[in-house]
């Protein structure tokens, strides 16, 4: 398994440089804003993009096929998938923590440093949802079909947000929310379990599917 | 250890299209065996159902005696693989790929590996996607030859190479296959590639395999009768595979040389060159 993530770094490492001027600006732009948000939803749009982008690479090259004939299991190349996503993610929370807290020493920043950090686990863990949702279509439909229901999927997600942020639904999902917010340590250890739960169940799915598939 | 590198057995798969039926044949230990057939004629789908990539519906595959269907890594680890439409990433450099083979074949050996990339002139440093498909196709074979694999699967391995590299990957498997422990199974539509270098030949056509045996004893047994038109029709139609009319005359492929010789003395009677059993199967006229 070492092997196929190794192969998965050197691919993203050969685009890693076009991130970078990304990740600037919108650190600049954080420095001038009133919280470090847009920090926190890079570091989950970057997350997303790493299985899409090394599938992107692995069917363009037909990959699999080669793969398949090497001394793995199936389940050992699904397993690889998802270490390289979670190694990156967890990668990436540090280095967003860090730009964010080179950040807050500009002049110009209104947030606290001990206020936005807090939002980059929670970030991270949707981050991870979202990649647990995609891995199984990625493995069971290819990169084309899979980004047509993963679009469904977040449309569907969206749609239950603005459903949640109106009219009586919102009252409620606040009163919650407060509720929450009381018992924040609980709230964070069972969401670490539903990240892990939600993993090991998408990984469980990936294997089966990618056992089935013929190339 | 098993007589047999490869052992293949009444396989059967459909497809929507096309059907593999009741293909049969085996690559003895020691041996090279050339797989021929025209494009589409089964020989990718037969190599995909032997390395697992396919299930079969019916039949039987052994890779060292062993069922392929539940190939330990260990027995995967000896085998050796370069296929036509899969090739490393463009992104990646020969380098990176020791780096992650190392890690993948626990008999991966990096000088073997280096040595290749010396002996076909790949740059160890050069990206992928700046190769040609011969280099790609090259890059492929280095790998497949630097893990100490007992058996070769080459799917189209020498198309797109110039024939100076062919003459000198041809040089490559007959000096793999000097231990007889080792074996190689390759497919080629370069059928005179294949009449250099190969033991066996096996012949498939529309997902039926039409004959697989020794190369020289095939060569032999065929023959390629020339007559004019009328004289044609004195050929028991029983022994004719296939024909050819020109302006010239008739051209006969018959399966039985030494019998022809004594059934029709007067006619003018050839050897075959693996090229002209395909072509007469796949394109002659049929008795």
Redesign the interface.
Known sequence: MKGFVLKDLFLLGSIWRNYLPMILIYAVISAFSSSASILTTLLCLLIILIPTTTFTYDEAAKWDMLALTMPVRRSQIVGAKYAVSLLIALVGTVITALVMFAVSFFPTVKWDIMEQLPALPAGLAVALVVISIMLPLLFKFGIAKARITLLLVMAAMGAAILLFSVGPAAASLGHILTLLSTHISAVIALSFVFVCLVMLLSYRISCRIYQKKEF | MSEYGIEVRHLNKQFEAFQLSDVSFVVPSGSIMGFIGENGAGKSTTI?LI?????PDAGEIRLFGEDAATLP??T??E?G?A?D????????RPK?LD????????NWDSGAFYGYLDRFDLPAGQRVKKFSRGMKMKL?LSAALSHHARLL?LDEATSGLDPVVRNEILDVFLSFVQDEGHSILVSSHITSDLERVCDYITFIHRGKIVVSESKDALLERYGLIGCTKADFGRIDRADIVGYRESHFGCEVLVQDRAAAAKKYPDFQLERVSLEDIMLFYVRGEKR
């Open positions: 995909r390395l697992g990539l396919l299930r890594a260990r995967r680890e085998i693989v296929l439409e899969s090739f490393f990433h463009d992104s990646l990176d780096l992650i083979l190392k890690n993948v074949y626990r492929s699967i």
